[in-house]
């Protein structure tokens, strides 16, 4: 890796994928100070990369991938986009004066094609995700707001995040220094959010570390502070719809005081708050209009995909086609182990599932469900004689895995340090 390189011409990486190896070429990003290339889709998860320069291998190393789209498995959503556009014009028109919107999208994808529309509808603030496969997701639909991610990532990834202008949640000393050296080399510096525990055990630092990892981020070399957060546990929903239907205005007030006594620890820290984003409040905070805990941004997730018409909260449905139909005798074993055995000749159809928790049906009428494996499912159709290979099938969908959605999207983007390489401004 000692060789000069002049600019990037030439330089590639070689992906040995599954299916052979693949060459992308290598582009230089001056302000993450690394060259990139974007990996190809492959069914192995990990893999090696040749870095080259020309005919001459440069150097290897082994590339992981984070998250594999198996198009051919998934089941198919489709989305009331219209309706997401209205509650997200509804939602800009009505937030509290000063109160900035988030856009939380990350439990009702696909986010790139929802964040499109989102934005379509005047949104141009944040737009919350879970992490970097839906990141790139919403990047690669040519959206541009500023994507916050809201769980522990890779620090490693940090150079991706600045290309693509992502900002983490900073978890720990250790997390920010190792993001730090990661953006060895530069020019701009990362916009990180600092996560403070105040009562849920979750993410974020304890409230008494908060000033430590604040002044960590202020003296590294690449990192910048651009928001303060934390989760609350018992806003609830004032619908009573949620699946955590709870409330409880003792915690939330004891939460809230928490925060707002590590916001003015913060505070007291010359410059150290100036220009600082501070949120903290979801949906269950802007239903119930507890306005002690708007703070700068609220974070609004389940309000953008609620049928204001109807108090529904299905604004999309999950299709699958059936691939196969058999027939299997009494006393049949069902999935690992045999816990359980076919009571009867069973004409089963077999198709794309999802691991979600779903109920199956066709014109609303329920299907049972036999085997649920995630990328295949068994049902039992001897009651729907008219359910034949190719029918389509209705997915109700209550808790959908946020991994497992029907995407073409970009896998990742593999990064590498300079080679000791010259580099020319019209490069």
Same mark, same amino acid.
């Given at each position: 890796l000692a060789q000069d390189v002049k600019g990037d011409a030439g330089l590639h990486c070689l992906f040995h994928t599954s299916s052979g190896p693949v060459k992308r070429g290598a582009f230089y990003n001056k302000e993450t100070g690394k060259f990139m290339c974007e990996a190809p889709p492959s069914e192995a998860m990990d893999m090696k990369v040749d870095v080259a320069h020309g005919s001459t291998i440069l150097g290897s190393f082994p590339y992981a991938y984070t998250h594999q789209s198996h198009v051919d498995d998934e089941s198919m959503m489709k989305i009331n986009v219209k309706a997401v556009r209205d509650n997200a014009h509804h939602l800009l028109s009505n937030m509290p004066?000063?109160?900035?919107?988030? #856009?939380?999208?990350? $439990?009702?994808?696909?986010?790139? #094609?929802?964040?499109?529309?989102?934005?379509?509808?005047?949104?141009?603030?944040?737009?919350?995700?879970?992490?970097?496969? @839906? #990141?790139?997701?919403?990047?690669?639909?040519?959206?541009?707001?500023?994507?916050?991610?809201?769980? $522990?990532?890779?620090?490693?990834?940090?150079?991706?995040?600045?290309?693509?202008?992502? @900002?983490?949640?900073?978890?720990?000393? @250790?997390?920010? +220094? #190792?993001?730090? +050296?990661?953006?060895?080399?530069?020019?701009?510096r990362l916009r990180v959010h600092l996560w403070i525990d105040t009562g849920m055990t979750r993410e974020g630092v304890a409230p008494n570390e908060a000033a430590q990892v604040a002044m960590a981020i202020a003296m590294s070399q690449h990192l910048h502070l651009a928001g303060v957060a934390t989760h609350f546990c018992c806003a609830g929903y004032a619908d009573g719809s949620s699946h955590v239907d709870v409330y409880s205005d003792d915690h939330m007030r004891r939460q809230v005081q928490i925060f707002t006594d590590a916001i003015e620890e913060l505070r007291a820290?010359?410059?150290?708050? %100036?220009?600082?984003?501070?949120?903290?409040?979801?949906?269950?905070?802007?239903?119930?209009?507890? %306005?002690?805990?708007?703070? $700068?941004?609220? /974070?609004?997730g /389940?309000?953008?995909?609620?049928?204001? +018409? *109807?108090?529904?909260?299905?604004?999309?449905?999950?299709?699958?086609?059936? /691939?196969?139909?058999?027939?299997?005798? @009494?006393?049949?074993?069902?999935?690992?182990?045999?816990?359980?055995?076919?009571?009867r000749e069973t004409r089963v159809a077999m198709l794309p599932g999802n691991d979600g928790q779903y109920i199956l049906e066709y014109n609303g009428q329920e299907i049972p469900v036999l085997v649920d494996a995630g990328y295949m499912s *068994?049902?039992?159709?001897? %009651?729907f004689p008219w359910i034949t290979t190719g029918?389509?099938?209705?997915? +109700?969908?209550?808790?959908?895995?946020?991994?497992?959605?029907?995407?073409?999207?970009?896998?990742?983007? *593999? *990064?590498?340090?300079q080679l000791s390489h010259t580099h020319t401004d019209d490069k």
């Open positions: 004066h000063g109160v900035q919107l988030c #856009a939380v999208v990350k $439990d009702q994808q696909p986010v790139g #094609a929802i964040s499109k529309a989102i934005v379509s509808a005047g949104h141009d603030g944040y737009i919350a995700v879970r992490g970097m496969f @839906e #990141a790139r997701s919403i990047r690669s639909h040519g959206v541009w707001s500023p994507v916050l991610l809201m769980y $522990d990532q890779d620090p490693t990834l940090a150079p991706e995040m600045l290309f693509l202008g992502l @900002e983490p949640a900073a978890l720990s000393t @250790e997390w920010i +220094r #190792a993001a730090d +050296r990661a953006l060895a080399g530069s020019t701009r820290i010359e410059g150290m708050m %100036d220009g600082v984003i501070v949120h903290a409040g979801a949906s269950g905070v802007y239903a119930r209009q507890l %306005d002690y805990a708007y703070f $700068d941004m609220l /974070r609004i /389940r309000a953008l995909f609620v049928d204001r +018409r *109807t108090g529904d909260g299905r604004l999309y449905v999950w299709e699958t086609r059936v /691939r196969a139909i058999k027939t299997l005798p @009494e006393g049949w074993c069902v999935d690992y182990g045999c816990h359980h055995r076919l009571d *068994t049902a039992d159709v001897t %009651d029918t389509v099938l209705t997915m +109700r969908i209550d808790n959908v895995d946020h991994r497992h959605w029907l995407s073409a999207e970009p896998v990742g983007m *593999t *990064t590498f340090d």
